[in-house]
């Protein structure tokens, strides 16, 4: 019982360190740059995105692991695959897994984009999630809910991203309400000097004070890629290395909590 409350406690405070509900950034991309991904064009940060994945030519599969403040019963893995259909339409899917056998949460979702000349892409997607308790007198539960996503490409070196995850605020069915809060977000990433991308991008929780998040990504020699990041919510900062190759790609991060500590992240692509 004690540890199941624990457990829980320390779930809270991850929801409101990221800002959002349970599912924080998947790429270590992102989370180099402060917590950023609407707007970039790394696959994980497409797949978070959802409109994003329009823009992939190829298969692509990718593995992610986030390790919150080095505890294993906050940790989240994920796996996310997507497919080009069609010559302007790809469709993806992902899994992500946090917490333990004590208590866990779950998230499968079926994603579809669609890119519309050069100008802008639209995508939408299907979301189940599902809240477990192993501690008896408890209850796990599942919901559907869904997002939709839009990115827009004005020039050659701007990006502007909008996502809405959950727009009707709905909740877990379960004598406790366990809401799912509507989560926005909106982002511009601008590659304002050869090889330098600077991003900016909002989040707004309903449920926790708005979030303003700051990254930069610097490339050498067209492959590695060096990253930093600023969150003014709890004003953690972050930074990171990455090696991106034709067919694979592989980061890592490392974000800095002022109070809870650091939080390691690693993620991995491959292109087929």
């Excluded at 004070?209 to 990253?227: H, I, P, Q, W």
Aim: charged fraction near 15%.
């Amino acid at each position: 019982m004690k540890k199941y409350l624990l457990l829980i406690a320390l779930a809270f405070c991850v929801e409101t360190a990221s800002a959002q509900f349970a599912f924080p950034t998947q790429s270590a991309v992102g989370g180099a740059m402060g917590g950023c991904s609407v707007a970039l064009n790394d696959f994980w940060s497409r797949v978070g995105s959802v409109a994003g994945i329009a823009r992939l030519d190829r298969p692509t599969v990718g593995l992610s692991f986030r390790n919150n403040f080095l505890m294993s019963e906050l940790s989240y893995k994920s796996v996310a695959f997507a497919i080009p259909v069609t010559k302007f339409g790809t469709l993806g899917t992902s899994y992500t897994h946090f917490g333990n056998a004590d208590y866990n949460e779950q998230r499968v979702n079926l994603m579809y984009a669609q890119q519309f000349g050069h100008l802008f892409a639209l995508g939408a997607e299907f979301d189940y999630l599902h809240s477990g308790v192993s501690e008896a007198g408890y209850e796990s539960a599942n919901l559907f809910t869904f997002g939709v996503g839009l990115q827009f490409y004005p020039t050659n070196t701007l990006t502007v991203g909008v996502h809405i995850f959950n727009p009707i605020s709905t909740h877990y069915q379960t004598e406790v309400k366990m809401d799912v809060p509507a989560l926005f977000r909106a982002g511009v990433a601008y590659n304002f000097i050869k090889n330098a991308t600077g991003t900016i991008e909002f989040v707004k929780d309903m449920n926790h004070d708005s979030d303003l998040r700051f990254g930069l990504e610097y490339t050498f020699f067209d492959f590695v890629n060096a990253r930093i990041g600023f969150a003014t919510h709890q004003l953690a900062y972050s930074f990171g290395v990455g090696i991106d190759r034709e067919s694979w790609g592989v980061d890592l991060a490392m974000q800095v909590h002022p109070t809870l500590g650091v939080t390691p992240q690693i993620s991995a692509i491959y292109k087929f």
